[in-house]
C-alpha cells in the first residue's frame, strides 16, 4: 500500500551554512543534490514545495557586519546571499528533473521572477518547487521570519526547518553533558524560555497561524522526506 505524505505543502527551510557542507561557507555541491534527490521524492509524492535558504554561507548581516557597517545595508547583503543560494539551488533541482522557480522579494527581474502571491501559488500548484529569494525583503528581519511569513500566506501544514543539528535541546549539547533532546515543545516554551532555535518573531507567527515546525538535521537529506511522510525525526515545536 502507497504511502500518503503527512502534509500537503510544506515551506522548507534550508540553512546557508548547510549547503556549504563540512566547511559551512560556498557551496558543496554534493550535499545540494542530495538535497534535490530529496525534494524530487517528495514532489513525486505529491508534495508541494517552497524553499527558503538563509545566506550564512556567504555572509550574515548581524554578525558579519556588526559594528562595522550600518545594520540595514549589512542585512541587504545577506538577502542577495539568499539569492545566490536560490538561483544555485534551482539549477541543481532542474538538472534533477524538478522544475523550481526563484521568486525575489527585492525586485530583480532579469534574475528571477518578482514575487506575487497569486504566482508562486500557481506554480506550486503546477507542482513546481518555489525557491523564495531575499528573505522578507526588509532588514532586520531573519530568513526564520521570511520562511514563518511564507508558510502564513502559502497555507503550507507546516514548516521544516533543516539544520545542522538534529533537534532543539534543553541546553545546549556541546557546553553541557546533561542535556537532552526534547521531541516535542511548544512556541510559548520558545518565547519564555529565549531559546534560540526559532527567532521570536518567527514564533509568534507560526504560533497564531497554528502552523507546527518541525526541527531536524539535514544531515543526511533523505530526512526531509522521512519527516514529511510523518516519521518522528527531531523536534515538533506546535
Known sequence: ?????????????????????????GLDFAVMRSVAQAIKSCTGMGVQLGVITGGGNYWRGVKDGGGKMER???????????????LAMAEVLEQEGVP?????????PRIAEPYSYGRAMHHLEKGRVVLFGAGSGNPYF???????????????????MAK???????ADPKTDPAAV???????????ERHLTVIDSTAACMLRDNAIPTVIFALDPPENILRVA???KLGTIVQ
Open 1 to 25: 500500500m502507497e504511502k500518503t505524505p503527512a502534509y500537503r505543502r510544506i515551506v522548507l527551510k534550508l540553512s546557508g551554512e548547510a549547503l556549504g557542507g563540512e566547511s559551512g561557507r
Open 72 to 86: 540595514s545595508r549589512a542585512d541587504q547583503m545577506g538577502m542577495l546571499a539568499t539569492v545566490m543560494n536560490s
Open 100 to 108: 523550481a522557480r526563484v521568486m525575489t522579494m527585492i525586485d530583480m
Open 142 to 160: 531573519s530568513t526564520d521570519s521570511a520562511a514563518a511569513l511564507k508558510a502564513a500566506e502559502m497555507g503550507a501544514d507546516a514548516m521544516l
Open 164 to 170: 545542522n543539528v538534529d533537534g532543539v535541546y534543553s
Open 181 to 191: 533532546k526534547l521531541d516535542s515543545l511548544t512556541y510559548d516554551a520558545i518565547l
Open 229 to 231: 511522510m510523518g516519521e
